[in-house]
C-alpha cells in the first residue's frame, strides 16, 4: 500500500479505525493444482516473507490439505484450509470496462475462494461431501485436457495425455500442458502457449462444465465455510455490479488485496464492499518463483475483514 493510498483512505473514511496487517496470505497454489512449488517450499516462502496466517487454495481440489497444514506446523504457521472453485461466468464483460481496466477480454471462468474453519481436517464426513462436490470438476477436465490436446495435433503439435496428467498430482490444468508444450519445444515458455494456443480464445482452447456461482456459495456455507471472489479485476464488470450482485448471492467478501489490482481499483472495491457490508481478503495467488511472484507482502485492513478469520489470530 503506499502512503498516497493511506492518505486517501483516511480522508474518505474520516476518523474510522482502520487497523492493517501484512500477516495475511490467504490466495495461494501448490503442485497440487498449477502452482511450481511444493507445500512445503510455499509455506517456506511465506514464513520468509512474514507470513503468518496462511491459506492454501488450490484449483477445485483439497488433496494438499494435509501436506500443506504439516509443513504450516513446520514453519510456524497458522493453516486455513482452502479452494479456489472454477464457477461459470455470473456477469457478462461490459465492453467499457475492459477498455477502462486496459483488457481486451475477460476471463472464460469467475474464481470462488472458499476458506473452513480447521476443524473440517478432522471431520471425515464434511471432508467426503466436500471431495464428493468437486470430483465433477476434477474429471471435467480430462475430457477437456483431451480435446485440447486433439486441436494442438491438428497444428502439428502431438502431445500424449500421459505426459500432461504425470505433471499434476492433484488438479489437472493448462499450465500442465504449456510446460509440456514447452519441454517439447513447440513454444519457449508458458506465457507464448498461453497467448499462442490455450488462453481464454487461443486456437486450442476448450472451455468446460462449471457450476454457477450462487451454487458454489450454497455450498461452501452448507458445509460451515465462507466465500470470497477472487481477483474481481479479471472479469470485466464495473464495480458496483459487482458488489450489488455477490450480496445478492449472499458472498461473504471480495478479494481487493490482489496483486494485480492497482491502489486506485483497491479504494474503489474497498468502498463499495463497506457501503454493501461485503467483507474483503487478501492474497498473492502465489504461483512459483518463475512466475515472478512473491507470497505475502500485502497489506489488508482487518477492520472489513470477515469475522470468520479473527478466530485463526489467537
Request: some cysteine; charged content about 20%.
Amino acid at each position: 500500500m503506499t502512503w498516497i493510498f493511506e492518505n486517501i483512505l483516511r480522508e474518505h473514511f474520516g476518523a474510522m479505525v482502520m487497523e492493517w496487517t501484512s500477516k495475511f496470505d490467504l490466495h495461494s497454489h501448490s503442485t497440487y493444482s498449477d502452482g511450481e512449488h511444493s507445500t512445503e517450499l510455499v509455506a517456506s516462502l511465506m514464513k520468509e516473507n512474514d507470513v503468518q496466517i496462511w491459506s492454501l487454495t488450490d484449483h477445485d481440489t483439497i488433496s494438499g490439505w494435509a501436506d500443506a497444514s504439516k509443513s504450516a506446523a513446520q514453519h510456524d504457521l497458522t493453516f486455513i484450509p482452502g479452494i479456489e472453485i472454477t464457477c461459470n461466468v455470473g456477469i457478462e464483460a461490459n465492453e467499457g470496462e475492459l477498455s477502462r481496466q486496459g483488457k481486451d477480454r475477460a476471463s472464460s471462468s469467475w474464481h470462488l475462494l472458499a476458506y473452513f474453519p480447521q476443524t473440517i481436517l478432522n471431520d471425515r464426513k464434511r471432508l467426503d461431501e466436500l471431495h464428493q462436490w468437486l470430483l465433477p470438476l476434477q474429471t471435467g477436465r480430462v475430457p477437456r485436457m483431451v480435446l485440447m490436446l486433439e486441436r494442438l495435433e491438428m497444428l502439428g503439435m502431438p502431445i500424449a495425455l500421459e505426459d500432461v496428467t504425470k505433471r499434476a498430482p492433484g488438479s489437472l490444468g493448462r499450465p500442465h500442458l504449456a510446460q509440456a508444450m514447452v519441454d517439447a519445444g513447440y513454444v519457449s515458455s508458458s506465457k507464448e502457449a498461453f497467448d499462442k494456443y490455450i488462453g481464454d480464445g487461443g486456437i486450442a482452447f476448450v472451455e468446460r462444465e462449471e457450476p454457477p456461482l450462487e451454487e458454489a456459495i450454497f455450498f461452501v456455507h452448507k458445509i460451515g465455510g465462507i466465500t470470497s471472489l477472487a481477483h474481481p479485476l479479471y472479469y470485466g464488470v464495473p464495480v458496483e455490479e459487482l458488489i450489488e450482485y455477490l450480496s445478492r448471492l449472499g458472498c461473504d467478501a471480495i478479494e481487493v488485496f490482489h496483486r494485480s489490482h492497482s491502489d486506485e481499483y483497491r479504494f474503489e472495491l474497498l468502498t463499495a464492499a463497506k457501503n454493501a457490508n461485503l467483507g474483503v481478503t487478501v492474497g498473492s495467488d502465489f504461483h512459483g518463483q518463475t512466475h515472478g511472484h512473491t507470497p505475502g507482502n500485502m497489506v489488508v485492513t482487518k477492520t472489513f475483514m470477515p469475522n470468520f478469520f479473527q478466530e485463526f489470530e489467537s
